[in-house]
Protein backbone atom coordinates (compact mmCIF):
# COMPACT_ATOMS: atom_id res chain seq x y z
CA UNK A 1 0.00 0.00 0.00
CA UNK A 2 2.99 2.24 0.33
CA UNK A 3 4.10 2.48 -2.96
CA UNK A 4 0.56 4.04 -4.02
CA UNK A 5 0.34 6.75 -1.93
CA UNK A 6 1.98 9.13 -3.73
CA UNK A 7 -0.38 8.63 -7.09
CA UNK A 8 -3.61 8.22 -4.70
CA UNK A 9 -2.32 12.10 -3.08
CA UNK A 10 -1.78 13.47 -6.22
CA UNK A 11 -4.71 12.15 -8.12
CA UNK A 12 -6.51 13.50 -5.22
CA UNK A 13 -5.31 16.51 -5.71
CA UNK A 14 -6.41 16.94 -9.43
CA UNK A 15 -9.79 15.83 -8.44
CA UNK A 16 -10.15 18.61 -5.32
CA UNK A 17 -8.95 21.17 -7.53
CA UNK A 18 -11.98 20.59 -9.81
CA UNK A 19 -14.32 21.11 -6.89
CA UNK A 20 -12.57 24.73 -6.54
CA UNK A 21 -12.64 25.44 -10.40
CA UNK A 22 -12.01 28.79 -11.63
CA UNK A 23 -11.26 30.85 -14.66
CA UNK A 24 -8.66 30.86 -16.34
CA UNK A 25 -8.69 34.14 -17.75
CA UNK A 26 -9.07 37.32 -15.85
CA UNK A 27 -9.49 40.97 -16.95
CA UNK A 28 -6.41 42.71 -15.87
CA UNK A 29 -7.85 46.37 -15.27
CA UNK A 30 -10.82 44.79 -13.15
CA UNK A 31 -9.92 42.01 -11.49
CA UNK A 32 -12.81 39.95 -12.46
CA UNK A 33 -13.52 37.31 -14.36
CA UNK A 34 -14.38 38.39 -18.05
CA UNK A 35 -17.72 37.77 -19.85
CA UNK A 36 -18.53 37.04 -23.40
CA UNK A 37 -14.70 35.58 -24.29
CA UNK A 38 -14.17 31.67 -23.66
CA UNK A 39 -10.76 29.69 -24.48
CA UNK A 40 -10.82 26.85 -26.56
CA UNK A 41 -8.12 23.76 -26.84
CA UNK A 42 -6.96 21.55 -29.39
CA UNK A 43 -7.09 17.46 -28.42
CA UNK A 44 -3.46 17.07 -28.17
CA UNK A 45 -3.46 20.07 -25.89
CA UNK A 46 -5.67 17.76 -23.55
CA UNK A 47 -3.95 14.57 -24.53
CA UNK A 48 -0.36 15.93 -23.37
CA UNK A 49 -1.94 18.03 -20.56
CA UNK A 50 0.96 17.74 -17.76
CA UNK A 51 3.24 19.65 -20.46
CA UNK A 52 1.12 21.43 -21.91
CA UNK A 53 -0.15 23.30 -18.96
CA UNK A 54 3.28 24.31 -17.56
CA UNK A 55 4.33 25.17 -20.99
CA UNK A 56 1.60 27.60 -21.04
CA UNK A 57 2.46 29.17 -17.67
CA UNK A 58 5.88 29.15 -18.78
CA UNK A 59 5.39 31.36 -21.91
CA UNK A 60 3.24 34.27 -19.63
CA UNK A 61 5.82 34.83 -16.57
CA UNK A 62 8.73 36.79 -15.85
CA UNK A 63 12.39 36.04 -15.72
CA UNK A 64 11.56 35.15 -11.51
CA UNK A 65 9.42 32.60 -12.64
CA UNK A 66 11.91 31.32 -15.01
CA UNK A 67 14.55 31.14 -12.39
CA UNK A 68 12.07 29.69 -9.77
CA UNK A 69 10.71 26.99 -12.85
CA UNK A 70 14.37 26.19 -12.72
CA UNK A 71 15.27 26.26 -8.83
CA UNK A 72 11.94 23.72 -7.79
CA UNK A 73 12.80 21.29 -10.87
CA UNK A 74 15.95 20.42 -8.70
CA UNK A 75 14.40 20.56 -5.64
CA UNK A 76 11.88 17.85 -6.63
CA UNK A 77 14.48 15.98 -8.38
CA UNK A 78 16.80 16.18 -5.08
CA UNK A 79 13.62 15.01 -3.14
CA UNK A 80 12.72 12.21 -5.57
CA UNK A 81 16.39 10.35 -5.32
CA UNK A 82 16.32 10.33 -1.38
CA UNK A 83 13.04 8.79 -1.50
CA UNK A 84 14.02 6.02 -4.49
CA UNK A 85 17.76 5.64 -2.88
CA UNK A 86 16.85 2.65 -0.45
CA UNK A 87 18.79 2.10 3.04
CA UNK A 88 22.22 1.22 2.93
CA UNK A 89 21.77 -2.43 3.69
CA UNK A 90 19.18 -3.05 0.77
CA UNK A 91 20.91 -0.32 -1.36
CA UNK A 92 22.33 -2.73 -4.76
CA UNK A 93 25.31 -2.52 -5.39
CA UNK A 94 25.22 -0.84 -8.83
CA UNK A 95 24.06 2.39 -7.12
CA UNK A 96 27.20 4.09 -7.40
CA UNK A 97 27.84 8.08 -7.16
CA UNK A 98 28.77 7.75 -10.99
CA UNK A 99 25.51 6.07 -11.49
CA UNK A 100 23.52 9.10 -9.92
CA UNK A 101 25.76 11.94 -11.42
CA UNK A 102 24.49 10.00 -14.90
CA UNK A 103 20.77 10.25 -13.88
CA UNK A 104 21.27 14.29 -13.02
CA UNK A 105 22.68 15.02 -16.04
CA UNK A 106 19.69 13.13 -17.86
CA UNK A 107 17.50 15.04 -15.88
CA UNK A 108 19.18 18.10 -16.35
CA UNK A 109 19.24 16.90 -20.54
CA UNK A 110 14.88 16.75 -19.86
CA UNK A 111 14.37 19.94 -18.17
CA UNK A 112 16.56 21.75 -21.50
CA UNK A 113 14.62 19.94 -23.67
CA UNK A 114 10.90 21.04 -21.95
CA UNK A 115 12.20 24.15 -22.10
CA UNK A 116 13.60 24.59 -25.87
CA UNK A 117 9.97 22.90 -26.95
CA UNK A 118 8.79 25.46 -24.67
CA UNK A 119 10.70 28.43 -26.91
CA UNK A 120 11.02 27.06 -30.10
CA UNK A 121 8.59 24.58 -31.36
CA UNK A 122 5.09 24.25 -32.74
CA UNK A 123 2.41 22.69 -30.50
CA UNK A 124 -1.03 22.90 -29.30
CA UNK A 125 -2.03 26.41 -27.53
CA UNK A 126 -5.36 28.11 -26.21
CA UNK A 127 -7.77 30.09 -28.49
CA UNK A 128 -9.44 32.89 -27.21
CA UNK A 129 -13.12 32.71 -28.73
CA UNK A 130 -15.47 35.60 -28.63
CA UNK A 131 -18.81 34.94 -28.04
CA UNK A 132 -20.04 38.26 -29.19
CA UNK A 133 -19.55 38.50 -33.47
CA UNK A 134 -18.71 42.18 -32.78
CA UNK A 135 -16.38 41.60 -30.26
CA UNK A 136 -12.95 41.89 -32.29
CA UNK A 137 -10.07 39.87 -30.40
CA UNK A 138 -6.52 42.05 -31.31
CA UNK A 139 -3.00 41.98 -30.93
CA UNK A 140 -1.20 45.74 -30.72
CA UNK A 141 2.37 45.05 -30.62
CA UNK A 142 3.94 42.05 -32.28
CA UNK A 143 6.59 41.48 -34.85
CA UNK A 144 8.70 39.74 -37.84
CA UNK A 145 12.13 38.86 -38.92
CA UNK A 146 12.11 42.12 -40.65
CA UNK A 147 12.97 43.24 -36.37
CA UNK A 148 16.90 42.94 -35.68
CA UNK A 149 15.09 40.82 -32.90
CA UNK A 150 12.90 38.59 -34.77
CA UNK A 151 13.30 35.03 -35.40
CA UNK A 152 14.84 33.91 -38.66
CA UNK A 153 12.12 32.49 -40.80
CA UNK A 154 9.03 34.54 -39.05
CA UNK A 155 7.82 36.23 -42.09
CA UNK A 156 4.60 38.11 -41.82
CA UNK A 157 2.26 35.06 -43.06
CA UNK A 158 3.71 32.94 -39.92
CA UNK A 159 3.07 35.68 -37.92
CA UNK A 160 -0.70 35.95 -39.30
CA UNK A 161 -0.67 32.39 -38.66
CA UNK A 162 0.39 32.26 -35.22
CA UNK A 163 -1.97 34.79 -34.17
CA UNK A 164 -4.48 32.69 -35.88
CA UNK A 165 -3.89 30.02 -33.79
CA UNK A 166 -3.89 31.99 -30.84
CA UNK A 167 -7.62 33.08 -31.31
CA UNK A 168 -6.75 36.90 -32.69
CA UNK A 169 -8.94 38.19 -35.29
CA UNK A 170 -6.59 41.06 -36.04
CA UNK A 171 -2.71 42.18 -35.42
CA UNK A 172 -0.76 45.02 -35.55
CA UNK A 173 2.98 44.52 -36.94
CA UNK A 174 5.14 46.93 -35.20
CA UNK A 175 8.60 45.92 -35.92
CA UNK A 176 11.58 47.65 -35.03
CA UNK A 177 12.39 50.94 -36.52
CA UNK A 178 10.58 49.34 -39.65
CA UNK A 179 7.80 49.51 -41.92
CA UNK A 180 7.34 47.20 -44.58
CA UNK A 181 3.49 47.32 -45.56
CA UNK A 182 3.79 45.92 -48.77
CA UNK A 183 4.66 42.30 -47.10
CA UNK A 184 1.73 42.26 -45.35
CA UNK A 185 -1.34 42.06 -47.48
CA UNK A 186 -2.94 38.81 -47.25
CA UNK A 187 -3.57 36.54 -50.42
CA UNK A 188 -6.47 34.92 -51.25
CA UNK A 189 -5.23 31.60 -49.89
CA UNK A 190 -4.23 33.73 -46.35
CA UNK A 191 -7.81 34.55 -45.81
CA UNK A 192 -8.32 32.47 -42.55
CA UNK A 193 -5.30 33.85 -41.01
CA UNK A 194 -5.19 36.76 -38.65
CA UNK A 195 -5.37 40.45 -40.10
CA UNK A 196 -2.10 42.18 -40.20
CA UNK A 197 -2.40 46.14 -39.78
CA UNK A 198 0.30 48.59 -40.21
CA UNK A 199 2.58 49.75 -37.19
CA UNK A 200 5.76 50.62 -36.34
CA UNK A 201 8.07 50.29 -33.14
CA UNK A 202 10.34 53.57 -32.11
CA UNK A 203 13.26 53.04 -30.03
CA UNK A 204 13.41 56.92 -28.63
CA UNK A 205 15.37 57.86 -25.68
CA UNK A 206 14.79 55.49 -22.82
CA UNK A 207 11.47 54.76 -24.28
CA UNK A 208 9.91 52.05 -27.07
CA UNK A 209 6.33 53.73 -28.59
CA UNK A 210 4.28 51.74 -30.72
CA UNK A 211 2.91 53.56 -33.47
CA UNK A 212 -0.16 52.23 -34.68
CA UNK A 213 -1.81 53.42 -37.77
CA UNK A 214 1.19 54.70 -39.95
CA UNK A 215 1.54 54.23 -43.76
CA UNK A 216 5.33 54.57 -44.23
CA UNK A 217 8.32 54.30 -41.87
CA UNK A 218 8.77 57.09 -39.62
CA UNK A 219 12.50 57.93 -39.09
CA UNK A 220 13.42 57.71 -35.76
CA UNK A 221 17.19 59.48 -35.95
CA UNK A 222 17.47 62.97 -34.10
CA UNK A 223 14.42 61.95 -31.73
CA UNK A 224 16.51 59.52 -29.99
CA UNK A 225 18.62 61.52 -28.67
CA UNK A 226 17.12 62.83 -25.49
CA UNK A 227 14.18 63.45 -23.53
CA UNK A 228 12.98 66.48 -25.49
CA UNK A 229 13.72 65.43 -28.67
CA UNK A 230 11.48 62.24 -28.10
CA UNK A 231 8.99 64.82 -27.14
CA UNK A 232 9.39 66.75 -30.00
CA UNK A 233 8.91 63.62 -32.31
CA UNK A 234 5.56 62.31 -29.97
CA UNK A 235 3.97 65.93 -30.16
CA UNK A 236 4.83 66.07 -34.28
CA UNK A 237 3.01 62.62 -34.77
CA UNK A 238 0.15 62.88 -32.25
CA UNK A 239 -1.07 66.94 -33.56
CA UNK A 240 0.49 67.71 -36.82
CA UNK A 241 -2.63 67.88 -39.04
CA UNK A 242 -0.78 66.29 -41.93
CA UNK A 243 1.68 63.77 -40.27
CA UNK A 244 4.36 62.21 -42.26
CA UNK A 245 3.94 58.67 -43.13
CA UNK A 246 0.03 58.18 -42.27
CA UNK A 247 -3.46 59.97 -43.80
CA UNK A 248 -4.72 60.40 -40.02
CA UNK A 249 -2.90 60.93 -36.82
CA UNK A 250 -1.20 57.27 -35.66
CA UNK A 251 -2.00 56.35 -31.93
CA UNK A 252 0.66 56.16 -30.18
CA UNK A 253 1.20 53.70 -26.82
CA UNK A 254 3.72 53.86 -24.53
CA UNK A 255 5.76 50.06 -24.15
CA UNK A 256 6.57 47.91 -21.42
CA UNK A 257 9.20 47.05 -19.98
CA UNK A 258 10.52 50.93 -20.57
CA UNK A 259 8.36 53.06 -19.22
CA UNK A 260 8.00 51.74 -16.14
CA UNK A 261 12.03 51.25 -15.92
CA UNK A 262 13.18 54.73 -17.24
CA UNK A 263 10.49 56.90 -16.94
CA UNK A 264 7.97 56.30 -13.98
CA UNK A 265 6.62 58.89 -12.34
CA UNK A 266 5.95 62.46 -13.44
CA UNK A 267 7.19 61.43 -16.69
CA UNK A 268 4.07 59.54 -17.60
CA UNK A 269 2.09 62.76 -17.20
CA UNK A 270 3.93 64.45 -19.79
CA UNK A 271 3.84 61.20 -21.90
CA UNK A 272 -0.16 61.73 -21.85
CA UNK A 273 0.05 65.86 -22.16
CA UNK A 274 2.53 64.89 -25.45
CA UNK A 275 -0.14 63.15 -27.28
CA UNK A 276 0.90 59.32 -26.11
CA UNK A 277 -2.69 57.80 -25.52
CA UNK A 278 -2.13 54.71 -24.49
CA UNK A 279 -0.47 52.55 -21.75
CA UNK A 280 1.04 48.55 -22.27
CA UNK A 281 -0.32 46.71 -18.80
CA UNK A 282 0.53 43.26 -19.58
CA UNK A 283 2.94 42.37 -22.23
CA UNK A 284 4.33 38.79 -22.87
CA UNK A 285 7.88 38.93 -22.41
CA UNK A 286 10.02 38.11 -19.40
CA UNK A 287 11.20 41.56 -18.76
CA UNK A 288 7.81 43.25 -19.27
CA UNK A 289 5.92 40.61 -17.03
CA UNK A 290 8.94 41.57 -13.60
CA UNK A 291 6.13 44.98 -13.92
CA UNK A 292 5.13 44.94 -10.24
CA UNK A 293 0.95 44.77 -9.25
CA UNK A 294 1.23 47.85 -7.61
CA UNK A 295 3.21 49.63 -10.25
CA UNK A 296 -0.21 47.73 -12.32
CA UNK A 297 -2.93 48.93 -10.53
CA UNK A 298 -1.08 52.08 -10.37
CA UNK A 299 -1.35 52.24 -13.56
CA UNK A 300 -4.92 51.88 -13.90
CA UNK A 301 -5.49 54.78 -11.85
CA UNK A 302 -3.35 56.60 -14.45
CA UNK A 303 -5.38 55.92 -17.19
CA UNK A 304 -7.93 56.90 -15.67
CA UNK A 305 -6.51 60.67 -14.93
CA UNK A 306 -5.06 61.22 -18.06
CA UNK A 307 -7.85 59.45 -20.43
CA UNK A 308 -6.11 56.92 -21.75
CA UNK A 309 -6.40 53.33 -23.24
CA UNK A 310 -4.52 50.23 -21.72
CA UNK A 311 -3.17 47.29 -23.61
CA UNK A 312 -1.89 44.16 -23.42
CA UNK A 313 0.48 42.88 -26.21
CA UNK A 314 2.17 39.69 -26.93
CA UNK A 315 5.38 41.71 -28.17
CA UNK A 316 5.65 38.02 -30.43
CA UNK A 317 8.79 37.80 -32.09
CA UNK A 318 8.69 34.29 -33.08
CA UNK A 319 9.86 32.82 -30.20
CA UNK A 320 7.56 30.86 -27.42
CA UNK A 321 3.63 29.82 -28.52
CA UNK A 322 1.13 30.61 -25.89
CA UNK A 323 -0.37 33.93 -26.24
CA UNK A 324 -0.50 34.74 -22.43
CA UNK A 325 -2.76 38.09 -22.88
CA UNK A 326 -5.78 39.72 -25.71
CA UNK A 327 -7.25 42.95 -26.21
CA UNK A 328 -10.76 42.38 -26.92
CA UNK A 329 -12.74 45.77 -28.60
CA UNK A 330 -16.38 45.96 -29.40
CA UNK A 331 -16.29 46.82 -33.23
CA UNK A 332 -19.78 46.73 -34.63
CA UNK A 333 -19.03 45.07 -38.21
CA UNK A 334 -15.69 44.75 -38.25
CA UNK A 335 -15.80 41.16 -40.22
CA UNK A 336 -17.05 43.46 -43.48
CA UNK A 337 -14.30 46.11 -43.19
CA UNK A 338 -10.97 46.85 -44.93
CA UNK A 339 -7.99 46.57 -43.28
CA UNK A 340 -7.37 50.27 -43.20
CA UNK A 341 -10.98 51.19 -42.52
CA UNK A 342 -10.58 48.55 -39.15
CA UNK A 343 -7.58 50.42 -38.39
CA UNK A 344 -9.29 53.67 -38.39
CA UNK A 345 -12.11 52.39 -36.97
CA UNK A 346 -9.84 51.10 -33.94
CA UNK A 347 -7.94 54.38 -33.77
CA UNK A 348 -11.28 56.40 -33.25
CA UNK A 349 -12.54 54.10 -30.48
CA UNK A 350 -9.10 54.33 -28.64
CA UNK A 351 -9.21 57.77 -28.83
CA UNK A 352 -13.11 58.42 -28.30
CA UNK A 353 -13.63 56.05 -25.14
CA UNK A 354 -10.64 56.41 -23.83
CA UNK A 355 -10.19 54.01 -21.11
CA UNK A 356 -13.23 51.99 -21.78
CA UNK A 357 -12.17 51.13 -25.18
CA UNK A 358 -10.77 48.37 -24.36
CA UNK A 359 -10.83 45.06 -22.50
CA UNK A 360 -6.97 43.49 -21.39
CA UNK A 361 -7.47 39.51 -21.23
CA UNK A 362 -5.41 37.62 -19.56
CA UNK A 363 -4.24 34.01 -18.53
CA UNK A 364 -4.58 34.36 -14.90
CA UNK A 365 -1.65 33.45 -12.66
CA UNK A 366 -0.47 34.65 -9.47
CA UNK A 367 2.38 37.25 -9.31
CA UNK A 368 3.76 38.35 -6.05
CA UNK A 369 5.32 41.28 -4.80
CA UNK A 370 7.81 40.10 -2.22
CA UNK A 371 10.70 37.72 -2.30
CA UNK A 372 8.90 35.45 -0.23
CA UNK A 373 6.22 34.97 -2.26
CA UNK A 374 8.17 34.77 -5.49
CA UNK A 375 9.96 31.81 -3.63
CA UNK A 376 7.06 29.80 -3.12
CA UNK A 377 5.23 30.95 -6.41
CA UNK A 378 6.16 28.06 -8.59
CA UNK A 379 4.10 25.73 -6.09
CA UNK A 380 1.37 27.93 -5.74
CA UNK A 381 0.95 28.91 -9.47
CA UNK A 382 0.78 25.04 -10.15
CA UNK A 383 -2.09 24.82 -7.64
CA UNK A 384 -3.62 27.77 -9.83
CA UNK A 385 -3.04 25.71 -12.65
CA UNK A 386 -4.85 23.06 -11.45
CA UNK A 387 -8.04 24.87 -10.42
CA UNK A 388 -8.73 26.39 -13.76
CA UNK A 389 -7.81 23.35 -16.02
CA UNK A 390 -10.87 21.75 -17.31
CA UNK A 391 -12.17 18.72 -16.98
CA UNK A 392 -10.32 16.91 -19.83
CA UNK A 393 -7.74 18.50 -18.94
CA UNK A 394 -8.00 16.93 -14.75
CA UNK A 395 -8.70 13.43 -16.60
CA UNK A 396 -5.81 13.16 -18.64
CA UNK A 397 -3.57 14.30 -15.81
CA UNK A 398 -4.58 11.41 -13.44
CA UNK A 399 -4.44 9.11 -16.44
CA UNK A 400 -0.25 10.68 -16.73
CA UNK A 401 0.04 9.61 -13.18
CA UNK A 402 -1.08 6.43 -13.18
CA UNK A 403 0.93 5.47 -16.62
CA UNK A 404 3.61 6.60 -15.20
CA UNK A 405 2.98 4.51 -11.96
CA UNK A 406 2.13 1.37 -13.95
CA UNK A 407 5.08 1.86 -15.89
CA UNK A 408 7.77 1.80 -12.44
CA UNK A 409 5.88 -0.98 -11.12
CA UNK A 410 6.46 -2.97 -14.47
CA UNK A 411 10.74 -1.68 -14.20
CA UNK A 412 10.88 -3.40 -11.30
CA UNK A 413 9.10 -6.59 -11.81
Known amino acids: MRGWRLPLLLSAAVLLAQLARRSPL ?12 HLAYPVWHFVFAPFTLLADWLNGGGTADLKGFGAWAVVAYVVAR ?4 APPRERPKERSLPREALGAVVFAACVAAFIAWVA ?3 RPIPRLVADDP ?3 VFDL ?8 DGRRGFVAAANAAWHARAGFDAAFVTDHNRHEAQTRRRTDAQRETARLLDGEELSLHGLHLIVLGNRREIDNRGFNQSWDSTGA ?4 LAFDSSPPSSLQPPFLIASLPEYWRKHWGADLGDLARWGVGGFEIWTTSPRAMEFPPDARRAMVV ?7 TLFGATDMHGLG ?5 WNVARVPGWRAMSDSALTAVLLATFRARGADANQVIALSRWMPSSRLGQAVAVPVNAALVLASASLPHAVALVGWIWLVVLLLKRKKR
Not at 26 to 37: E, L, N, R, T
Request: without cysteine; proline residues 4%.
Open 141 to 148: HSHTSTSH
Open 134 to 136: DLL
Open 321 to 325: NTASV
Open 233 to 236: LIRR
Open 82 to 85: LVAI
Open 26 to 37: IDVVSGASPADV
Open 302 to 308: QARLHYV
Open 120 to 122: YLP
